[in-house]
């Protein structure tokens, strides 16, 4: 095992800022090997740790697929509150609709419908149980359709 000095130490989880990022691409791009990059952000802001060999390859690859130097790529559907009320409101006057159906209406996960969910307190479970033994809902059901005979050539 090496001993690192100072200026060597690695260090994990750097966070620079964005014109940090994007002097440390134009170094890249402006013809130094990412090693000689590394080593003149380290001249030019020595206060700074120093970025390593492999963050500037990958920071200038990220550049040149995504066009930006931002921490991370934008993934996923923006929130908003607009869009959890439009969500909430279609749950409460449909609730004989699926988690799956309501996903598939919203283009959205399952996993993502339940979740702007719990996020407003709504729990769609206690919404079945309340709908299943509601009296309104008992007067629409009428009689059960299935009887004794239906479950005969189970046993």
Known sequence: MGEHSGDEKPHYGLTFTDFERKEMVDLCLGGLSALQASKEFHRRHSNRPKPSREWCVRLTRRFRLTGSVA??????????????????????????????????????????????????????????????????DRTQRGPSSLSASTFRHLD
Do not use: M, Y
């Not at 908003?80 to 409460?92: A, D, G, K, L, M």
């Not at 996960?109 to 509601?134: A, C, E, K, W, Y």
């Open 71 to 136: 921490a991370r790529k934008c993934s996923g559907r923006p929130g908003n509150r607009e869009f959890s009320s439009v969500v909430f409101i279609t749950v409460r006057e449909n609730p004989h609709l699926t988690n799956s159906q309501l996903a598939a209406h919203f283009e959205i996960s399952v996993r993502s419908l339940v979740n702007l969910l719990s996020i407003v307190g709504f729990q769609r479970t206690i919404l079945d149980v309340h709908q299943r033994t509601s009296e309104e």
